[in-house]
């Protein structure tokens, strides 16, 4: 099976949760003898870089706005798949690009989309890019002969808000066993001498709720401990600037860390933050959940359904003094960051990579074989559900 993969910034993955669910995705496909083409945008990905672990890589131009970025590198993919590549089957990430699914379509490619989140719930997008992806997020399950996401919340999201049934299928999580202490040297660090936050610094990512509430923590209740905000965002620099601005000195913003570093932070944190408050599944949390982390987060419901009792909740509803409250009571107990700990790595062991690769294949070969627009069959929808609900989830 020939399958071309558009919407996401490439690979490998050094922005997001798509991108690093389309590197593991694709490379176990490609292990089982599929050609697998991933579209890549050049102020993302290197161009030099022609094939990665296995997927063989098309770099094509687009413009580099807020709101046309991702809209106008998918259109141009789409059309180079329709036109010069020709695969078996299309796979589109993220609801808004839905319309150009029927580009691919119209050209007899079988088409699939995950939908990731509630795109348009985002703060960052203003009235008019709202209204799109509230038309996408609607059309999507019609654009396309198969539509999924990432979480069963987001899925009940969909049929409460738009009266379609979407199947599901979970992000994975997989940690190294070993990891360096470069970068912990790099930054000052102790291992367990700092809470981590990683992710976009983007409004709904609530950067700005966390270091405000250890602003409220006074220094002798942190025990010297750091706070460490890792990530940044291209079309974002007002806000990212706002944050920094509120941050006290016990904060530092070292920008994206990827690969062996971001493990290296993960591992070593005493605990690991995601206030977040839109999206489906996030991979920071399976990742934290993989890397045995003692795990608070906003009480959103998919965060909930991720992480199930492996985690500390605050009120996403209340906000910082709910924050604050919980950084305290976590501070001061070592222990019990030590039992959280523990549920995390057993909760990780629900979440599979490999498991993951073999419900994308199935979808993708029953997209192959299947014509006509729609979402998936209800009966598959509760398959793939009863094969990937997460232990506690009802």
Same mark, same amino acid.
């Given at each position: @099976?020939?399958?071309a993969?558009?919407?996401?910034?490439?690979i490998p993955?050094s922005?997001?949760?798509?991108?690093?669910?389309?590197e593991?995705?694709?490379?176990?496909?490609?292990?089982?003898?599929h050609?697998v083409t991933?579209?890549c945008?050049?102020?993302?990905v290197?161009r030099?870089?022609?094939?990665?672990?296995?997927?063989?890589?098309?770099?094509?131009?687009?413009?580099?706005?807020?709101?046309?970025?991702?809209?106008v590198?998918?259109?141009?993919?789409?059309?180079?798949a329709?036109?010069v590549?020709?695969p078996?089957?299309?796979?589109y990430?993220?609801?808004?690009?839905?319309?150009?699914c029927?580009?691919?379509r119209?050209?007899?490619?079988?088409? @699939?989309?995950?939908?990731?989140g509630?795109?348009?719930d985002?703060?960052?997008?203003?009235?008019?890019?709202?209204?799109?992806?509230?038309?996408?997020?609607?059309?999507?399950?019609r @654009?396309?002969?198969r539509?999924i996401?990432?979480?069963?919340?987001?899925?009940?999201?969909?049929e409460?808000?738009y009266?379609?049934?979407?199947g599901?299928v979970?992000y994975?999580?997989?940690?190294?066993?070993?990891?360096?202490t470069q970068?912990?040297?790099?930054?000052?660090?102790?291992?367990?001498?700092?809470?981590?936050?990683?992710?976009?610094?983007?409004?709904e990512?609530?950067?700005?709720?966390?270091?405000?509430?250890?602003?409220?923590?006074?220094s002798?209740?942190t025990n010297g401990m750091k706070l460490?905000?890792?990530?940044?965002?291209?079309?974002a620099?007002?806000?990212?600037?706002?944050?920094q601005?509120?941050?006290?000195?016990r904060?530092?913003f070292?920008?994206?860390?990827?690969?062996?570093?971001?493990?290296?932070?993960?591992?070593?944190?005493?605990?690991?933050?995601?206030?977040?408050?839109?999206?489906?599944?996030?991979?920071?949390l399976?990742?934290?959940?993989?890397?045995?982390?003692?795990?608070?987060?906003n009480?959103?419901?998919?965060?909930a359904?991720?992480?199930?009792?492996?985690?500390?909740?605050f009120?996403?509803?209340?906000?910082?003094?709910?924050?604050?409250?919980?950084?305290?009571l976590l501070?001061?107990?070592?222990e019990?960051?030590?039992?959280y700990?523990?549920r995390?790595?057993?909760?990780a062991?629900?979440?599979?990579?490999?498991?993951?690769a073999?419900?994308?294949?199935?979808?993708?070969?029953? /997209?192959?074989?299947?014509?006509g627009?729609?979402p998936?069959?209800?009966?598959r929808?509760e398959?793939?559900?009863? /094969?990937?609900?997460?232990?506690?989830?009802?």
């Amino acid at each position: @099976m020939r399958i071309a993969i558009l919407g996401t910034r490439g690979i490998p993955a050094s922005y997001s949760g798509f991108e690093t669910a389309v590197e593991q995705i694709s490379s176990r496909l490609v292990e089982r003898g599929h050609e697998v083409t991933v579209y890549c945008r050049p102020h993302v990905v290197d161009r030099r870089i022609k094939e990665w672990k296995g997927a063989r890589l098309v770099h094509l131009p687009t413009l580099r706005n807020k709101y046309l970025d991702t809209f106008v590198h998918t259109l141009i993919a789409s059309i180079h798949a329709s036109v010069v590549l020709k695969p078996d089957v299309a796979l589109y990430f993220i609801a808004g690009n839905s319309p150009l699914c029927l580009i691919t379509r119209a050209a007899g490619i079988p088409t @699939m989309i995950n939908v990731d989140g509630v795109d348009s719930d985002r703060g960052k997008w203003n009235r008019f890019a709202k209204s799109y992806l509230r038309l996408a997020e609607r059309l999507a399950p019609r @654009m396309a002969h198969r539509a999924i996401t990432d979480s069963h919340a987001v899925a009940h999201i969909y049929e409460e808000r738009y009266g379609r049934a979407i199947g599901v299928v979970p992000y994975g999580a997989e940690a190294p066993e070993q990891t360096t202490t470069q970068t912990l040297r790099r930054l000052g660090l102790e291992p367990r001498g700092y809470v981590l936050f990683v992710g976009r610094l983007e409004p709904e990512n609530n950067a700005h709720l966390l270091v405000e509430a250890w602003a409220r923590i006074p220094s002798e209740r942190t025990n010297g401990m750091k706070l460490v905000v890792v990530g940044g965002a291209p079309y974002a620099s007002d806000y990212v600037r706002l944050v920094q601005r509120t941050a006290d000195p016990r904060v530092l913003f070292p920008g994206y860390v990827f690969g062996p570093g971001y493990w290296e932070l993960q591992k070593n944190a005493y605990l690991l933050c995601v206030p977040t408050e839109v999206g489906g599944t996030h991979p920071i949390l399976l990742e934290g959940l993989a890397a045995g982390n003692c795990i608070l987060v906003n009480d959103y419901r998919p965060n909930a359904e991720t992480v199930g009792d492996a985690g500390v909740y605050f009120s996403g509803t209340e906000g910082v003094p709910d924050l604050a409250r919980n950084l305290e009571l976590l501070l001061r107990d070592p222990e019990l960051v030590e039992e959280y700990r523990a549920r995390a790595r057993k909760r990780a062991e629900t979440y599979s990579w490999d498991a993951v690769a073999t419900a994308y294949e199935h979808l993708l070969l029953e /997209a192959v074989g299947k014509s006509g627009p729609g979402p998936l069959p209800l009966d598959r929808v509760e398959e793939i559900e009863r /094969a990937t609900r997460p232990a506690g989830v009802g």
